[in-house]
């Protein structure tokens, strides 16, 4: 007779859609030790796992994240080649005439993974606590203040031209470095005066009393840094400005293999031991379904095409 073994029917793994026989490459497209790398590491052992599959995280940067994004534009749409990317994934078509790729049809977002705001810091040598009087600083140093971005066109680079605009129209100098993690030297050591950082690179810096925090970007204060004001209470109303962080793959990926890493990437971001290692980093965990992540990026694409003017004529690049 027929056993009970040779009744059951076997379903294949989530990974077996997603080749098992190579590894799924995590392309980071900013220089390690930013926000971007460290998150990446932090879901790609536990996604991994859920996938039953390696997951190898590469560093790519250069040309503020177009190099690493092209080459997730690029790769065979099976969904073995991710993108983790932020809020610069949004701000590049409001600065760049022709991008190596098309940010909307070139993708396939899969799930956001964190969220939170920037925070606005400045070395001890500059002689200044608040907004206020830090605009008064650079007002009395007409065209000698740099404020340092982790690239042109990144958010942090329109961040620091909206507060000129919000400050009423400062006269500062804008240095664009490969990722967060590459400014720090300049800034720490006093050779550029301001950043707008993510609080898992700030935070230890602030702790350690080599940066003073200025504001945070949000309407509301962060739990991470409770003491530290939001720049509406400090007299900038109009200034608000959100970090936002996710993974997306190649567009034209099955619409299945992409909700298959979505549910997974959500089951791992649901994970206790994952959120404690996303709130280190400042930063609240933001599990989302491919579709919302996807409109999320459309209205963020809309707000920075406006907000990008301020930043100068859109200019041509290539990787």
């Not at 534009?73 to 983790?84: C, E, H, K, V």
């Not at 400045?122 to 605009?135: D, M």
């Amino acid at each position: 007779g027929l056993t009970v073994a040779g009744l059951v029917v076997w379903v294949p793994p989530v990974s077996a859609q997603l080749q098992p026989d190579r590894a799924i490459r995590l392309v980071v497209p900013l220089a390690p030790g930013g926000t971007n790398d460290t998150l990446a590491r932090i879901v790609s052992d536990k996604l991994g796992e859920r996938l039953r599959r390696q997951i190898v995280v590469d560093n790519r940067p250069g040309a503020n994240s177009q190099i690493g994004s092209a080459i997730v534009a690029r790769a065979s749409p099976d969904g073995n080649t991710l993108l983790m990317m932020g809020a610069g994934h949004a701000t590049n078509p409001a600065l760049v005439k022709q991008l190596p790729y098309d940010t909307v049809r070139d993708f396939a977002p899969i799930s956001q993974v964190a969220g939170g705001p920037y925070l606005m810091v400045i070395p001890p040598t500059v002689p200044a606590k608040t907004g206020k009087e830090f605009v008064a600083w650079v007002r009395s140093k007409p065209g000698q203040v740099s404020y340092a971005s982790a690239g042109t066109g990144s958010p942090t680079h329109l961040a620091g031209e909206l507060f000129k605009i919000a400050a009423g129209g400062l006269d500062m100098l804008h240095v664009a470095y490969k990722g967060g993690s590459a400014l720090l030297p300049d800034l720490l050591s006093g050779r550029v005066s301001m950043n707008f950082t993510s609080f898992s690179t700030g935070q230890v810096h602030v702790n350690a009393g080599r940066l003073r925090p200025i504001a945070v970007t949000t309407a509301k204060r962060s739990p991470h840094m409770p003491e530290v004001p939001t720049f509406i209470e400090t007299g900038f109303p109009d200034f608000e400005v959100n970090a936002w962080y996710g993974i997306l793959t190649t567009g034209k990926t099955p619409r299945a293999t992409v909700n298959r890493l979505s549910t997974a990437l959500q089951q791992v971001l649901a994970d206790a031991q994952t959120r404690e290692q996303i709130q280190k980093q400042g930063l609240t965990p933001e599990p989302s379904s491919a579709d919302e992540f996807t409109e999320l990026i459309r209205r963020e694409m809309a707000k920075w095409a406006r907000a990008g003017k301020a930043a100068g004529t859109p200019r041509e690049w290539a990787p």
